[in-house]
């Protein structure tokens, strides 16, 4: 089984840096690390116990690539436009791509360009960060949930869950939308709330009038989410998902780090596609349509002043 | 007729002159400004042209002031705990009490400890600021809208009014719940959007996502007034609101200021009542209701930091 990961960052980074690390075939494509990481290798520093890559596989163009049984996708869905480049050097006949993504809807939107193409979503609980180049900082959690979107071939699905497991990563099947939605219950609060409130998860959950409204928020997604069909989800998720986030140290999401750093934000694909589906059957989340409309704002403010 | 105000600012200090101006005997109580103003007068930088008050009756203290017939309360509602100390002096059988002040409920908490008060409510469309000691700018509105709470002397009520006139302000009677709510579908969504979002009316109408959402929380504001029972409130009333605020220069609303000066915020009258109001009759604001939490949660972190 060869891998090919494409975006070696804090959430690439590391799942392609376990699967090598347990003598997985990976391959790592780069874009700003690239000669840094030829030349030094990846570090990955983790609450799971640390390792180092001394010379993993690095390319800086997928067409110098091999073709992949497995590529993993860890861009930022800001950058999925860029697949349609990135993709076709990787692909066999049966290459099933994973896409390790944040939001709803990005396999459907990827399929209408490559029909036939194997895809998977993964949902990643993971509390990570590249703090440097070729750097990884694994502060806690990484369990990872994965979902067949429409991948045939049932070998290469158990085959790639079982190389995840084998390489220490807590890894859970599930159902396609329940993966998504399930997700999305903690990223649309938190992602939107930390930027728009300029705060950490904890200072969210410290005011009693943010924690209701984050729990709030939660429970629009939960509503969504049945009456969109998915299963085994209910408003005692949320507890849970505040509960693991008590449990967290003070955390910034990847929108937050995103908005700090001057980097477009998600918004398209933690937003306005969970808002566009629920709306499709006529559900309405009115606390995070706001937020949709506050990061908006913020989005095209931060643009106008670069 | 004689006139006191409580609160000789912004606003207090635009009627108060007005009145003063146009010859009625008028007292103003002042707390930081006094001695400047005992000592250089009241200057009004209106649009509708300026004028100067070279020696108004002044006071730092209600004690030595006379008693009024009509009471204009122009302080911020953060503040109207101190009324029970500042009204006394000031009252006589038949004093009525204005407020000039903005949000829900003013009246009917005032109304608990002067349970014989006659009491009514000014709301003001104004864009003015106390931009230095004893100096108002007026920008640009300026007409008040008076509901009639519980004054049982109708007389005394006309002549007010007959006065204000007089004194060249818009002035009109309208039912007191109208009068309170149609100012909370304009304070509501703008007091508080210009303070998370820091941005002043104009940004938030010129991104067509915070249109949408202050013409959604304008609806908000909407629906629970007439689900409360007031009248002469529909749907367009938001356009017209929107239409005025995009005719005003850029503009920041009391609540921004008080948020920029790191002055407590209005969160109570011009949120938590209303909001409650609502709740009392199974009605919720979910928008609105957000907008709350995220000012609670600024202002703690605002006196947190002091």
């Known amino acids: 089984m060869k891998y090919a ?3 070696t960052g804090a959430v690439g980074g590391f799942y ?3 699967l090598a690390n347990a003598g997985k075939d ?33 390319y800086n163009n997928t067409l110098d690539m091999p073709k992949a049984d497995i590529v993993i996708v860890a861009l930022k869905t800001t950058r999925n436009h860029l697949l349609n480049q990135l993709l076709p050097p990787l692909l066999h006949k049966e290459t099933l791509v994973l896409l390790i993504q944040n939001g709803i809807g990005p396999e459907p939107e990827l399929q209408k360009h490559f029909p036939d193409l194997y895809l998977a979503a993964g949902l990643a609980f993971i509390c990570s960060a590249k703090t440097e180049p070729g750097r990884v900082n694994h502060q806690c959690y990484g369990s990872i949930n994965i979902g067949n979107y429409s991948c045939k071939n049932e070998t290469l699905f158990k085959t ?9 990563i807590k890894t859970a099947e599930i159902e396609y939308n329940e993966a998504r939605w399930k997700k999305a219950v903690w990223n649309m609060p938190f992602n939107g709330m930390t930027v728009v409130m300029n705060a950490q998860t904890n200072e969210l959950l410290a005011h009693p009038a943010t924690m209701q409204l984050i729990r709030r928020q939660m429970f629009e997604v939960i509503g969504a989410a049945k009456a969109l069909g998915v299963k085994n989800i209910d408003e005692s998720f949320a507890d849970k998902m505040i509960e693991n986030t008590l449990n967290m140290t003070p955390y910034s999401p990847s929108m937050k780090l995103d908005y700090d750093f001057h980097r477009p934000m998600e918004i398209e694909y933690l937003y306005s596609n969970a808002i566009a589906e629920a709306h499709r059957i006529g559900y309405s989340m009115p606390c995070l349509e706001m937020l949709e409309a506050q990061l908006k704002f913020l989005n095209k403010k931060q643009c106008e002043t670069k």
């Open 26 to 58: 990976v391959h790592f494509l780069l874009h700003s690390d690239y000669e840094y990481v030829k030349k030094n290798g990846l570090q990955i520093d983790s609450c799971d116990g640390s390792f180092h890559i001394a010379a993993p596989n690095v």
């Open 5 to 7: 990961i494409i975006g």
């Open 16 to 18: 392609g840096g376990k």
């Open 160 to 168: 790639m869950i079982a190389d995840f497991i084998e390489a220490g």
